[in-house]
């Protein structure tokens, strides 16, 4: 198997049969590898936070009525019910106090800056 060491020495190829009998006979060469992989690492967004898996039970009926305002907004249903408990929680943190608000000037507008007590 041939090894590629530069992109220079990839051709351009009309179509993916092209494409597919090339790299049976070819392969990226470790130089080659060690720069895409230093690349790709930077342009990739920093993973989401994983989430915890729990079980709710609720009445059909709210349910059904989940599904049914979650397919108007073009969502899922559990999805909107866990921003409905995120927008809530929010709510009540900042009426224990536990999240204040803070307005600040930043750029000419307003914008809101919270932090935990």
């Known amino acids: 198997m041939t090894a590629v060491s530069s992109r220079d020495e990839i051709p351009v190829l009309a179509s993916e049969a092209e494409e597919s009998a090339f790299w049976a006979t070819h392969e990226l060469g470790d130089a080659l590898l060690a720069q895409m992989t230093s690349n790709a690492d930077a342009s990739l967004p920093p993973p989401r936070p994983r989430t915890k898996p729990i079980a709710l039970r ?60």
Not at 67 to 81: D, E, F, I, M, V
Not at 85 to 90: A, F, H, K, T
Not at 94 to 114: D, S
């Open 58 to 117: 609720f009445d059909e009926d709210l349910i059904l009525r989940a599904k049914a305002l979650a397919s108007r907004r073009g969502k899922g249903y559990q999805t909107l019910l866990k921003e409905f408990v995120v927008e809530r929680l929010y709510e009540e943190e900042q009426r224990e106090g536990i999240v204040r608000v803070h307005r600040i000037q930043a750029a000419g507008r307003h914008k809101q800056q919270e932090s935990m007590v």
